[in-house]
T-cell receptor, first 118, second 113 residues
Framework: EAQVTQNPRYLITVTGKKLTVTCSQN?????MSWYRQDPGLGLRQIYY???????DKGDVPEGYKVSRKEKRNFPLILESPSPNQTSLYFC?????????????????FGEGSRLTVL | AQSVTQPDIHITVSEGASLELRCNYS??????LFWYVQSPGQGLQLLLK??????LVQGIKGFEAEFKRSQSSFNLRKPSVHWSDAAEYFC???????????FGRGTSLIVHP
């Protein structure tokens, strides 16, 4: 089954304790991205990756790191979490393409990781 | 830069009533337009998309959307809402040269029995 898998789904941690949220997709997608969702703010992009070893900042990258060593995996790293990073996080992937006649650019989302930083 | 506006934060309808969720975008050329749905506790799922051609597109779960270039809109409609449609709905736009979509802030749909 085609899917994007995130782990953990729920996590409570304390300020300053490094954590990693993993994301894996089995669709051979080039593009992967991380979003955070907060009430009233919708989805905001943290980082994205166009392909292996290619990553770039989104709208709210501060306090986060990512890596893309393999095509299928795109972990999100919080080196020193703070309470303002309490949020619902989504990983998404898509197949790149022209859109017209090529891949649609439809995003496939994981089920989300709810993170609480105390 | 592309942008998306969903002017309604919350919409409440009765089960069986019709539904229209509004989406306006800002982008010079013809954009690629999407509607996603997020059910409680779930990730986002694509409802439908528009790239070109027929401006009325059909999606899953009985939803449809109409692209109106003159109004820069891509409103989502359903003729008869079911209780299971209660969810958060996101409109998204991306330009032809970018793989990075911009999302609206979402509209929360509440369905009364």
């Amino acid at each position: 089954e085609a899917q994007v898998t995130q782990n953990p789904r729920y996590l409570i941690t304390v300020t300053g304790k490094k954590l990693t949220v993993t994301c894996s997709q089995n669709m051979n997608h080039e593009y992967m991205s991380w979003y955070r969702q907060d009430p009233g703010l919708g989805l905001r992009q943290i980082y994205y990756s166009m392909n292996v070893e290619v990553t770039d900042k989104g709208d709210v990258p501060e306090g986060y790191k990512v890596s893309r060593k393999e095509k299928r995996n795109f972990p999100l790293i919080l080196e020193s979490p703070s309470p303002n990073q309490t949020s619902l996080y989504f990983c998404a992937s898509s197949l790149q393409g022209s859109g017209r006649g090529g891949a649609s650019g439809e995003l496939f989302f994981g089920e989300g990781s709810r993170l609480t930083v105390l | 830069a592309q942008s998306v506006t969903q002017p309604d934060i919350h919409i409440t309808v009765s089960e069986g009533a019709s539904l229209e969720l509004r989406c306006n975008y800002s982008y010079g050329a013809t954009p690629y337009l999407f509607w996603y749905v997020q059910s409680p506790g779930q990730g986002l799922q694509l409802l439908l998309k528009y790239f070109s051609g027929d401006t009325l597109v059909q999606g899953i779960k009985g939803f449809e959307a109409e692209f109106k270039r003159s109004q820069s809109s891509f409103n989502l409609r359903k003729p008869s809402v079911h209780w299971s449609d209660a969810a958060e709905y996101f409109c998204a736009v991306r330009s032809g040269g970018s793989y990075i979509p911009t999302f609206g802030r979402g509209t929360s749909l509440i369905v009364h029995p």
